[in-house]
């Protein structure tokens, strides 16, 4: 058979293994889940590449975190009896159960999620194909946390005309550890036995508004609107209420959860108590409407003015009329008829000039003779509907008129707010309420301080707190004025308007008049600026350096108590600032624990506006970032507690020059030529340092000009310690590797009983290191000149088997590995041998060696347990590999030395020296797995997979083929030009 042939052949032999189907796979929510205890939760799970019919079975089961490694059974769609004890009742009640979405996907319910319930969950799906391929479960887990979530709203009963407004307010809460989302929204339902709520209007958990669909022209009108006041408070607010919005109004809220697959998840859900609203139409509205006689008249013409009453049931009604000219009340009209001048027409109506009367019901007439100039302007007449009881108390008339003031209309947090209200035209006693709205925070006016008619004084309940505003003040400095003094302003919530609300009584009536002023508080925040600066941003080392923090604000600084940290954070960076040292308001200083070398060392120096830093003797641990941070109080209290504003500065670095290092070290490179088993020794020098240094010097090996990375051999530090590089840490190599200090400036590097595996490129790095403030600080560093070691190799060399050879071992298996000697050796010799590995072209790496005293080192200690000599005579040097694992791999080979001692008591000296063929040992995976990837695996996916073992399989194969068809001379064995044609540049072909 030709070599095209057996390679054709074989191949399609390995297409025709490897035809199969799909692979099962089962696929479950991913996780990690958290879901809130007592809700309803689903995981959905799903089955693809299965051959068998449209609907599978599924099973779930739980790993609890007391017991990973057990599986407890939760439910299965094919077996009654699957559930363990603890899940049996919950499944028959079917507070847990499977729903079937399609054939081959479920959801797992658990209607109400208990605190054990949290676990790893299992979906498992039985196999119904003819054979297993795949993968028939999946897990995820599920955390059960708290369900902190919260809602209130007081239950009440509205009643509102048709036009009024409405607020409705909502406190929503939480405090889930995990980061969640929170969405609010409104909801009205027609009647007490509706269950189909309308929404209203809701603030998504992405914080967009969205209004229900009958309330969507309204929501972009602006008559509908959602507040968020503060961090719990949402407040519903409907402009003018219309038939329509009579119902049961209620607050939602829903706290969401991103989970890993990126979707979104309630998981908790809570509602208010319910707000009847009730609307009531305005059918008994009035309608008024104002006409004149002659609209353009001449002076001393006569005005006449006509205004009627349009109502249903008018006859029944009472009415009184107000005559305004320019907003300015002229005369009143009683619903008997009685006329109620204002004092500048008394005196008209007594000459007749003016006349106002009731001509029906709802009909109204003024006339103004001789009319002049100060009755230009506009008129409108005013109605209002009179009760029955008003009727039979009669309509007594209040001039109540009030003005309110405030003397400090912009303030600073922590400054006092004065208002005045000053009230006009009491005949008897008032009394005064003072309220608060607080800006950009719509809701109902909050009470500050009330007076009643005796002089009682009471305080509103947020103010009755701890004083901390201070003891407020309501005086009232004459029968018509009242002062309301705020000691201590808090934040900006202490702004916004302030209004005062007068009432008097009299005759059983009370006659109540209004006004407000605004307040603008200002945070001290505000304008607050910190900004640090250096003269020198490079200081030498023990120059003294200073840092200035200067602070500024958009209010006077004057006066505020103010304290000023000061941090530090180190170079190279740390992860955060340290605290350096504080300085309070009364002059405490605070030093940090982190930096104690500051305290006693550093000087504070405060003017009015700045801080000051002073670093006396600057040293290497000074270098770094600096920055301060200044806090404020307010100006009317101790700086207690949290401050009213703070303001972190910029960053300053500061780099500190040490002295200059001047050491030197030749780079000049050099040779030396060893023979195998006597001692070497290379020098490392240098020149030019500090007096007072000391110095630090490791050794460093490169093998072969091509490798990139050296290898430590041994660090002596400034104190003489040794470190010993990974390589070279072996006791063997301890004992071999010696560093030696010859004098101040001179190393040496002295190597025992040296071997051909000790040749390469030496040299060594010098640190310089001085004593500088309590520390060893690094100056510089040099690298030597390489020194390389080359050994004298014997000229005889030993008779080892040079054939190269081929392997293949399955995982697990062991596996001998031949290198035998093919001479006797002489009686008074020694031999000593090392085993050699390489992969992809690599560096040889020593394995294992036999020295000629007959000890044994392992350079890769990992490998020991695996790696054995076996020794059936003198010469023989087999190495078995144990357990074989896919990372063995590779090109080995051995070394032959032959040593001879010169006489009694001398030193051991290389006489012969050889080096084995190569063994090219390939792994494959163990029987069963090979059997079962290539039966089973996809074509196009099995020659991805095992394309190596392909490969390995199809060279066989060739080497196979071409050794029948070419290679057999004679003895039946190998001719030499075959063996070259198979062997690469290093001696075999690698595959």
Known sequence: MGLLQCLTAAFLLLLLLGLSTGQWVVTVQKGPLYRTEGSHVTLWCKVSGYQGPSEQNFQWSIYLPSAPEREVQIVSTVDPSFPYAIYTQRVRSRGIYVERVQGDAVLLHITELQDRDAGEYECHTPNTDERYFGSYSA??????????????????????????????????????????????????????????????????????????????????????????????????????????????????????????????????????????????????????????????????????????????????????????????????????????????????????????????????????????????????????????????????????????????????????????????????????????????????????????????????????????????????????????????TLDESDGGQYGCKATEWSRGQRWTEEGETTVTVRSMGLGLHATLRSRIATVRYEQSFELVCQVSASYTLERVPMSVTWLFQPSPATSHHQELVRLFPNGTVAWGAAQPRFQGKAQLVKAATSFRLRIPGATAADEGMYQCELEVWRRNTPPLGQPAATARSNAVGIKVVLPESKLQVPTRESSVEVAAGADAAVECRFLFAQNDSQFAVTWYLLPHPEDATPLQIVRADYSGILEYGAVFSSPAQKSRFLNQRLSRNVFRLRILSANPRDQGRYYCVVEEWLWLSKSWYKLGESTSGGTTLQFKLPERELHLEKANHSILAREGEEVTLHCQLQEALAPAARLSATWFWERDSNRAKPLLTLHHDGAIEYPQESLAGRLHLRRHTAGDFSLTLRRVEEGDAGLYHCQVQEWQQQSEGKDWALRAFARSGYTQLATTPPESTVVSKICSSPPLLNFILYLPLVLILLLALAAFCWYFRFGRNKKGSITEDQLMELQGPGGVKKT
Not at 291 to 305: F, H, K, M, N, R
Not at 310 to 319: E, L, V, W
């Open 139 to 488: 897990k995820t887990n599920l955390s059960v946390i708290a369900d902190t979530l919260s809602t209130s709203m007081a239950p009440q009963v509205l009643t509102r005309a048709e036009g009024d407004a409405v607020e409705l307010t909502c406190e929503v809460s939480k405090s889930t550890a995990q980061h969640t989302h929170l969405s609010v929204g409104w909801y009205r339902l027609q009647g007490a036995g509706e269950h189909r709520a309308e929404e209203v209007l809701t603030l998504s958990k992405d914080f967009v508004l969205r209004p229900g669909p009958s309330y969507a022209q309204r929501f972009l009108a602006g008559d509908v609107r959602l507040n968020k006041v503060g961090n719990t408070t949402y407040t519903l607010s409907i402009g003018g209420v219309q038939p329509p919005d009579q119902g049961q109004l209620y607050c939602e809220a829903a706290e969401w959860i991103e989970d890993p697959d990126e979707t979104w998840k309630d998981i908790s859900r809570k509602q208010t108590g319910r707000t009847s609203l009730v609307v009531m139409s305005q059918d008994r509205g009035l309608s008024v409407d104002i006409a004149a006689v002659e609209s353009s008249l001449s002076e001393g013409d006569t005005l006449q003015l006509r205004c009627m009453v349009g109502a249903q049931k008018s006859s029944s009604r009472h009415f009184q009329v107000l005559w305004l000219l320019n907003s300015m009340e002229m005369v009143r009209v009683d619903p008997h008829g009685v006329l109620i001048l204002e004092e500048e027409y008394e005196e008209r109506a007594k000459l007749g000039q003016l006349r106002a009367f009731k001509q029906s019901n709802t009909a109204y007439v003024l006339t103004i003779c001789e009319v002049g100039l100060k009755d230009n302007g506009t008129y409108r007449c005013s109605v209002s509907e009179v009760t029955r009881a008003q009727m039979c108390h009669g309509l007594w008339q209040s001039r109540l008129r009030l003005s309110v003031s405030s003397s400090t209309p912009q303030v600073t947090a922590g400054d006092a707010v004065i208002l005045l209200c000053e009230v006009r035209g009491a005949a008897s006693p008032v009394s005064v309420e003072w309220w608060h709205l607080p800006p950009q925070h719509p809701g109902p006016h909050v009470l500050v301080a009330a007076m009643e008619q005796d002089g009682t004084l009471s305080l509103g309940s947020t103010y009755r707190d701890d004083g901390t505003r201070g003891s407020l003040r309501l005086e009232k400095m004459s029968p018509s004025a009242f002062t309301l003094v705020i000691p201590n």
